[in-house]
């Protein structure tokens, strides 16, 4: 099947005891055994419950790895990915990356020994000499990053790390498999906050992980029933019932997102644009090369700092000021203060995410009406 028909149809067909076209919710938490420790492939839900089971098996479809494993959120699925690590541990990731993420790497993991090492993710150069300057257990990446979307050379840096035997782990949110497949390039496991994109709906909170290797998807699937950061049934439900639109969803977005991020480039009341589909993008090239389009996701960073910032964001009538992304409706927010608020100021300022930097995330509504919006915001600053 092409991948608009797989969508559909991942996951598993109609449920073979009743026909339901949909799988069903198992709302239960633990499950009847015929003898002690003989049952019919689920005990507890925490280990396994077979709506989630479903969902598991749409991820990994869709990112053609061995195994999907699903988690309560984004950050529950990357702290089940770091629990694998030995204490002591190196991980060399791009500069740019989710507020949350830095904030697990940095304020928390650090007094366990956790070693990162930041360099620009647009210097496969700068990857092959923080790997060379000692032993790295993960390289991790972002692509497009979060929020400045930057994009890696997956193939290059990929090529690196594994010249060196060592994982990589990829961070797909924005992309999402529509778009971009890293395990087909040569990644270890995938990430996912499908929060985003792939439950699309602003309704869940969930997370993923798809990995490569069979055995260390086995080993992973361990760690997710010790951790036990695990999604409830009706949120996998609702992750899985994202999945089947995704893909007219992302056409949307991908529209709209070269629309918005066009018409912002083209008014002097900006300073800046950070869009991948633009000509002015300084890797347009590679992501014309990497990615089936541009996607949703458009930051710009507006003169005046933080006070034109908020009149911009006041003034948006369309786009709701809000964290999170991927929804059927547009958002926008102010990274400096919201998603990425945990990064201390001088180093926010250090990788560029500004004070007058704003991130939208470009929904499904009428092109014509967002950038009419933005206009609107633009005119208040």
Same mark, same amino acid.
């Given at each position: 099947m092409? /991948?608009?028909?797989t969508?559909? $149809?991942?996951?598993?067909g109609p449920?073979?005891?009743t026909?339901?076209?949909n799988?069903p919710?198992?709302?239960t938490?633990?499950f009847?055994?015929?003898?002690?420790?003989?049952? +019919?492939?689920?005990?507890?839900?925490?280990?396994?419950?077979?709506?989630?089971?479903? &969902?598991?098996?749409?991820?990994a479809?869709?990112?053609?790895?061995r195994?999907?494993?699903? /988690?309560a959120?984004g950050?529950?699925?990357?702290?089940?990915?770091l629990? %694998? &690590?030995?204490?002591?541990?190196?991980?060399?990731?791009?500069?740019d990356?989710y507020?949350?993420t830095w904030?697990l /790497?940095? $304020?928390h993991?650090?007094?366990?020994?956790?070693r990162?090492e930041y360099?620009?993710?647009?210097?496969?150069?700068? /990857?092959?000499?923080?790997?060379?300057?000692?032993p790295?257990?993960?390289?991790?990446?972002?692509?497009?990053?979060?929020? &400045?979307?930057?994009?890696?050379?997956?193939?290059a840096?990929i090529?690196?790390?594994?010249?060196?035997?060592?994982?990589? #782990?990829?961070d797909?949110?924005?992309?999402t498999?529509y778009?971009?497949?890293p395990?087909?390039?040569?990644?270890?496991?995938?990430?996912?906050?499908?929060t985003k994109? &792939?439950?699309?709906h602003?309704?869940?909170?969930?997370?993923?992980? =798809?990995?490569?290797?069979?055995?260390?998807?086995?080993?992973l699937a361990?760690?997710?029933?010790? =951790?036990?950061?695990?999604?409830?049934p009706?949120?996998c439900?609702?992750?899985?019932r994202?999945?089947?639109t995704?893909g007219?969803?992302?056409?949307a977005h991908?529209?709209?997102?070269?629309?918005?991020?066009?018409?912002?480039a083209?008014?002097?009341?900006?300073?800046?644009?950070?869009y991948?589909?633009?000509?002015?993008h300084p890797? $347009?090239?590679?992501a014309? +090369?990497q990615?089936a389009g541009?996607?949703g996701?458009?930051?710009?960073?507006?003169?005046?700092g933080a006070r034109? #910032?908020?009149?911009?964001?006041?003034?948006?009538?369309?786009?709701?000021l809000?964290?999170?992304?991927g929804?059927?409706?547009?958002?926008?927010?102010?990274?400096?203060?919201?998603? $990425?608020?945990s990064?201390?100021?001088?180093?926010? #300022?250090?990788?560029?995410?500004g004070?007058g930097l704003?991130?939208l995330?470009?929904?499904?509504?009428?092109?014509?009406?967002? !950038?009419a %919006? !933005?206009?609107r915001g633009?005119?208040? !600053?």
């Amino acid at each position: 099947m092409r /991948f608009d028909s797989t969508l559909v $149809h991942t996951g598993g067909g109609p449920d073979r005891l009743t026909g339901a076209v949909n799988p069903p919710v198992y709302l239960t938490s633990t499950f009847q055994q015929e003898a002690p420790n003989e049952n +019919r492939g689920f005990v507890y839900s925490r280990s396994g419950n077979p709506t989630r089971a479903a &969902l598991e098996s749409a991820l990994a479809e869709l990112e053609g790895g061995r195994r999907g494993l699903a /988690f309560a959120s984004g950050l529950g699925a990357l702290t089940t990915l770091l629990e %694998d &690590l030995p204490s002591g541990s190196r991980i060399v990731a791009g500069d740019d990356l989710y507020g949350g993420t830095w904030r697990l /790497f940095d $304020h928390h993991r650090r007094q366990f020994g956790l070693r990162v090492e930041y360099v620009d993710p647009t210097s496969p150069a700068a /990857f092959a000499a923080a790997l060379d300057a000692g032993p790295t257990t993960l390289v991790y990446l972002e692509t497009p990053t979060n929020p &400045l979307l930057k994009l890696i050379d997956l193939r290059a840096v990929i090529r690196l790390a594994k010249a060196r035997r060592v994982r990589v #782990a990829v961070d797909n949110t924005f992309a999402t498999p529509y778009l971009q497949r890293p395990l087909e390039l040569g990644a270890d496991v995938v990430l996912h906050s499908t929060t985003k994109y &792939l439950g699309g709906h602003s309704d869940l909170i969930g997370g993923a992980l =798809v990995v490569a290797d069979a055995r260390w998807g086995d080993r992973l699937a361990w760690l997710q029933n010790a =951790v036990g950061a695990v999604p409830g049934p009706v949120d996998c439900f609702l992750v899985l019932r994202g999945v089947r639109t995704l893909g007219v969803r992302m056409r949307a977005h991908d529209r709209n997102g070269r629309a918005v991020a066009a018409a912002l480039a083209r008014s002097r009341r900006v300073r800046r644009v950070y869009y991948p589909g633009l000509p002015s993008h300084p890797q $347009h090239a590679l992501a014309r +090369r990497q990615m089936a389009g541009f996607g949703g996701m458009v930051s710009v960073d507006l003169p005046g700092g933080a006070r034109a #910032a908020r009149r911009f964001l006041k003034a948006l009538r369309l786009f709701t000021l809000a964290e999170s992304l991927g929804g059927v409706e547009s958002l926008a927010e102010h990274p400096a203060s919201m998603t $990425h608020a945990s990064v201390p100021a001088a180093e926010r #300022a250090a990788r560029g995410v500004g004070d007058g930097l704003v991130r939208l995330s470009c929904g499904i509504e009428d092109a014509r009406d967002l !950038v009419a %919006d !933005v206009e609107r915001g633009l005119r208040a !600053v």
